[in-house]
């Protein structure tokens, strides 16, 4: 079964220091992978997905994450976090042998990004 | 461009009612998936429309059902509603096919009931 762990409940960085938050899953094969950031009584907003190809991938507001295939890792990352990236963060697994778009997610993980 | 809409923003219910939420794709999507977001946790798959038929559906009893209209818009129903049933309901929408991986998801409809 596809599963996504988040073992963080809470990072706090200050602003200006790089952030890391992390992820791993357990998926069979070749997973799709996802991090999603959401704000207060908003929806869920893409950030970046890994599908193939290169284990860094680059997202939108200067988020990056790296694949891990040995790890089962799917960090997410950002050389200098602003206040305004004070959220919270999903990472998600989807299964590409299972077809659509069922799209399992991790319990989320909340970023304090103090000035 | 219109993106992914919901309705009602907010709806309270009584224990043992019926509610229905609705769904409005981004324009040019085909696919809409259900989520149910309890507080503090991350969304959980409910089900997914294509066609206008469900294709895959997550662990939520038979109280949850939905359809897909012919213009792709969706609608979840929820019968015999339980305390438990609280929660963020988002929509996402997708276009089916080779090279789309991205769900977009709406603001969600926060149900509550007492």
């Known amino acids: 079964a596809q599963s996504v762990a988040q073992p963080e409940d809470q990072v706090n960085v200050a602003e200006g220091n790089p952030l890391t938050v992390k992820c791993t899953y357990s998926?069979?094969?070749?997973?799709?992978l996802f991090w999603y950031v959401q704000y207060p009584n908003r929806g869920l907003q893409f950030l970046l997905k890994y599908i193939t190809g290169d284990n860094l991938v680059k997202g939108s507001y200067g988020f990056e994450a790296e694949f891990n295939k040995s790890q089962t890792s799917f960090h997410l990352k950002k050389p200098s976090a602003l206040v305004s990236d004070s959220a919270l963060y999903f990472c998600a697994v989807r299964d590409p042998n299972t077809g659509g778009f069922k799209t399992i997610f991790g319990a989320g993980t909340r970023l304090f990004v103090k000035a | 461009d219109a993106g992914v809409t919901q309705s009602p923003t907010h709806l309270i219910k009584t224990r043992g009612q019926q509610v229905t939420l609705r769904c409005s794709p981004k324009?040019?999507?085909?696919?809409v998936s259900w989520y149910q977001q309890a507080l503090g946790q991350g969304p959980q798959f409910i089900f997914q429309?294509?066609?206008?038929?469900?294709?895959q559906r997550g662990n939520f009893p038979d109280r949850f059902s939905g359809h897909q209209f012919p213009n792709y818009s969706s609608e979840l129903n929820v019968n015999a509603l339980l305390l438990g049933d609280s929660a963020l309901y988002l929509c996402?929408?997708?276009?089916?096919?080779?090279?789309?991986?991205?769900?977009?998801f709406g603001p969600g409809t926060r149900l509550t009931v007492t």
């Open positions: 429309y294509y066609e206008e038929e469900e294709r």
């Open positions: 324009s040019g999507h085909d696919t």
């Open positions: 996402a929408s997708s276009l089916r096919g080779t090279g789309n991986y991205e769900q977009y």
């Open positions: 998926v069979s094969g070749n997973p799709y």
